[in-house]
C-alpha cells in the first residue's frame, strides 16, 4: 500500500459532437471537403449500417476514404488536422478549461489537481487540430491507418458508444495507453482515479453506456443539450429521469451559466470527499501497528 495518499486527481469526462460542439465534427470538416450534404450522407450511412448489419463508425469512416479516392483527393494527417479550424463551439468552451482548473486549486488549496480528457466516436486526427487539444490530458477517438505516403487508407481504431468505457476504465486504472491491457484485477485502492472522482459530461442516448458505468461505479454524469433543439432537451429529460444523469444544463460554458454552477457543485462535493478520504487515510498511517 501506498506511505501517501495519491487519490487526488478529478477527472473531467467529454464527449465532443453535441457536447462541446453544436454539430458533428465531419460536418464542419471532411464532408464540406468532398462536396457531400450532411443529412443525405448520415441517411446513407445510417441506412448501409442496417442493411448490412455494420457498425455505424465503420461505414462511416470507409466512405469517407472512398468519397476522398473518387475526387482524386489525398488527405493526409495535417490535412485532417487543418479541416479543424472550421469547428465552433458552444458558448465559453475556449474558457472552461483553465476556469475550471483554477476554481478547483482554488476550492481544494492547491490539494487536488483537475485532468480534462475527451473521449469521442469522432476522428482523432481532426480532434488532434482542434484549438482546445492543449487542455486535454489524452484524447481517445477512432483513428485511420496512413500508409506509406501518409495517406489515410483504413481504419486502425474504433471508439463506439460502449466501447467507450473502455477508456473510462483506462482513466481509473491510470493505463492510459492503448497498448496497455486493463483486464487484471486492481483493487480500488490502488487507482489513480477512483470513479468517485470522474464526472462525464455527454449530451444524449450515445453517452448512455458511459453514463451508466460511470454513475454505477460512484462517478458522476452532466447531461447537456443545445438550447435551440427541444428534441435534445427531450433526451437529456430521459436521462435524468432514468438516473443517468446527476444533473442537466443548456450547453453554454460560460461562466454565470447554471452548467457551470452544477458543474462547481459536483467538484466541491468531490473536493469535499477527497479531503475526507486524505484524512481517513492519514489516520490509518498514524495508528498502523498499534493495538
Known amino acids: 500500500m501506498s506511505k501517501s495518499f495519491f487519490q487526488n486527481t478529478i477527472a473531467l469526462v467529454y464527449d465532443f459532437d453535441g457536447t462541446l460542439s453544436p454539430q458533428p465534427m465531419q460536418e464542419y470538416t471532411v464532408l464540406p471537403k468532398i462536396g457531400v450534404e450532411p443529412a443525405q450522407f448520415w441517411a446513407m450511412v445510417n441506412r448501409e449500417a442496417r442493411e448490412t448489419e455494420s457498425d ?10 472512398e468519397a476522398l479516392e473518387r475526387e482524386k483527393v489525398d488527405v493526409k494527417r495535417e490535412d485532417f488536422a487543418a479541416m479543424a479550424g472550421a469547428i465552433e463551439y458552444f458558448p465559453g468552451v475556449a474558457t472552461w478549461f483553465a476556469r475550471m482548473n483554477a476554481y478547483v486549486k482554488r476550492r481544494s488549496r492547491g490539494q487536488v489537481k483537475l485532468a480534462h480528457y475527451l473521449i469521442s466516436a469522432g476522428q482523432k ?14 484524447i481517445y477517438a477512432s483513428e485511420y491507418h496512413f500508409n506509406h505516403h501518409g ?5 486502425k481504431l474504433l471508439v463506439t458508444d460502449t466501447l467507450k468505457t473502455q477508456f473510462l476504465f483506462r482513466i481509473n486504472k491510470g493505463l492510459e495507453l492503448v497498448t496497455e491491457s486493463i483486464n487484471e484485477h486492481m483493487p480500488e485502492a490502488e487507482r489513480p482515479i477512483p470513479f468517485a472522482n470522474i464526472i462525464y459530461v455527454g449530451d444524449g442516448m450515445t453517452d448512455v453506456p458511459s453514463m451508466a ?8 454524469t452532466v447531461a447537456v443539450f443545445d438550447a435551440k433543439s427541444e428534441r435534445q432537451r427531450a433526451i437529456c429529460m430521459k436521462l435524468l429521469e432514468a ?12 461562466k454565470a451559466s447554471k452548467l457551470s454552477r452544477r458543474v462547481a457543485l459536483l467538484l466541491d462535493a468531490i473536493i469535499a ?17 498499534r493495538k
Do not use: C, W
Not at 495517406?151 to 481504419?155: G, M
Not at 438516473?243 to 460560460?254: H, K, L, M, P, S
Not at 479531503?275 to 498511517?285: G, K, N
Open 56 to 65: 455505424p463508425m465503420l461505414v462511416y469512416m470507409r466512405h469517407i476514404i
Open 125 to 138: 486526427e481532426i480532434l488532434d487540430g482542434v484549438s482546445i487539444r492543449k487542455h486535454f490530458k489524452r
Open 151 to 155: 495517406v489515410a487508407t483504413f481504419p
Open 213 to 220: 458505468l460511470t454513475k454505477k461505479s460512484g462517478g458522476h
Open 243 to 254: 438516473g443517468r444523469a446527476d444533473f442537466i444544463a443548456e450547453a453554454d460554458y460560460r
Open 273 to 289: 470527499d477527497v479531503a475526507y478520504r486524505r484524512e481517513a487515510f492519514e489516520v490509518r498511517q498514524e495508528n498502523r501497528g
